[in-house]
């Protein structure tokens, strides 16, 4: 139930890092609108990086570069009657990818969280966590995201999903799915929750 005063309670997202617990991310969903709301870029020999969905005639190499969790980004949901946001700080991004890493996780795609329509020949070849006291910065289409997000660049070799949903722009970002602990940090007004998300996703 919503308060009185007609904001939201925000949760942190967590995982356990140890490999025999169930919190992880299991699967990336390819999606027509990502809960993080940022597109991501397609890659051909000839068009520039900032150019989106722009494919040369032959010879491509279908390889699109996107964001799969941005840190610090309120993310709306809706469960069993309740409105709250979620989000994911930069140090609990990176025990997400370091444990998705190390369980072989990087080849678990499917299409539109659906179960059913789990894919192959669909990886993830760039993995990045934007960290400038390491030296790590964003790719130019990329510039002004949040320290501590993740961003990926991924190998669709299925002819099918490339030409039915990626070279058509009918899939244009990824969600992730897994399972998490919730944390509350506080609540806010879903106005002030707009201006955190526009500052966090660099616009």
């Not at 961003?151 to 399972?179: C, M, P, Q, R």
Request: no cysteine; charged share 35%; net charge negative.
């Amino acid at each position: 139930m919503e308060n009185k005063h007609n904001s939201l309670p925000v949760y942190k997202l967590k995982i356990k890092e140890t490999d025999n617990d169930k919190s992880e991310v299991t699967y990336i969903a390819m999606v027509d609108e990502g809960a993080i709301m940022l597109d991501w870029v397609t890659f051909s020999d000839k068009p520039k990086i900032s150019d989106r969905f722009k494919f040369s005639v032959d010879k491509e190499r279908r390889l699109i570069m996107g964001a799969l969790m941005i840190s610090d980004m309120p993310i709306y949901r809706e469960k069993d009657g309740q409105k709250f946001y979620v989000l994911f700080d930069k140090e609990e991004i990176m025990k997400i990818v370091q444990k998705s890493a190390r369980k072989k996780y990087w080849s678990n795609f499917n299409l539109m969280h659906d179960n059913e329509r789990k894919t192959e020949g669909v990886y993830i070849i760039e993995s990045l966590v934007v960290d400038s006291s390491r030296g790590v910065s964003a790719p130019k289409a990329f510039e002004g995201i949040s320290e501590g997000s993740w961003l990926v660049t991924v190998k669709v070799d299925n002819e099918a999903i490339w030409n039915d949903y990626i070279k058509t722009g009918e899939f244009k970002g990824f969600s992730v799915e897994g399972i998490f602990d919730f944390e509350m940090v506080g609540e806010e007004k879903e106005s002030d929750l707009q201006e955190i998300i526009d500052i966090v996703r660099g616009l």
